[in-house]
């Protein structure tokens, strides 16, 4: 009974020793992770940012145009894909026929589109 005693309360200070620590180290990481140290780096050096994404893109029309295209391309679609989103209509969903069952075992013919 003791021995249990003894290792329930090796076991408590092992645990606070575990919630210090992860206490210390989300402080570490909030240092790296904050939003306002970010902000304020990109606020600081925007012209320097923009600058380098100029040359990046220069370099890359020169390089390899055929990727910069895709890019493009990729770009547009997210962003007529978000505008869509937005512009649903509360996900309605409709019977879309099929020839094959979904199922080996089902008798469904259909399967459920959204709109």
Known sequence: MEE???ENINL???LD????????????LK???SPEKNKRYYEK???LLNQKT??????????NPEHLKEMKISVEILTLT??????????????VFRDQPLHKSSTQHFKCAKV
Request: charged content about 50%.
């Open 54 to 63: 100029k040359e990046y893109h220069e370099k890359l029309k020169q390089e």
């Open 45 to 47: 050096n925007k012209e």
């Open 4 to 6: 249990l005693q003894k």
């Open 31 to 33: 240092k790296y992770t």
């Open 82 to 95: 978000s505008i869509k989103r937005e512009n649903s209509v509360d996900k309605l969903y409709l019977p």
């Open 12 to 14: 408590k200070s092992l």
């Open 17 to 28: 020793d575990k919630q210090k620590q992860i206490e210390e180290l989300k402080i570490k």
